[in-house]
């Protein structure tokens, strides 16, 4: 499958495999926030964070999962957003999601999602 246009240029001076498409995708996703590139926690794993939420992004077969954290919240929620690179997900995509729950309170930004008041 065809990778996103973004990634293609910066693979293109890069010997291409699926971590350094990982972590291309995830420190997009931090830069289009504002935040500085991810942090390296583990093998196949990066974090990142705003004022309200925490993220971390696993690795994943064909893709990652990126696991959203309110840490301050009253209780303790978490979001997870699987991407998956055949289908050719847009960092901004994913950067506007982050930025609609960080916002928002979960319950709100679900609802709006699946269209329930």
């Known amino acids: 499958m065809p990778l996103p246009s973004w990634l293609q240029s910066r693979l293109a001076a ?7 498409t990982f972590e291309s995708f995830a420190d997009e996703v931090a830069r289009l926030m504002g935040l500085p590139p991810t942090l390296h926690t583990g093998e196949f794993e990066r974090s990142s964070e705003t ?24 209780l303790r929620e978490c979001l997870v957003i699987k991407v998956q690179w055949h289908q ?7 950067a506007a999601m982050v930025r609609a729950y960080e916002r928002r309170g979960r319950r709100s930004w679900l609802s709006r999602v699946f269209g329930r008041r």
């Open 88 to 94: 050719s997900p847009d960092p901004a995509d994913v």
């Open 51 to 74: 004022d309200r939420v925490w993220m971390l992004w696993k690795s994943d077969v064909g893709g990652a999962y990126l696991l959203l954290d309110r840490p301050d919240s009253v």
């Open 14 to 20: 890069e010997q291409s495999s699926s971590r350094y």
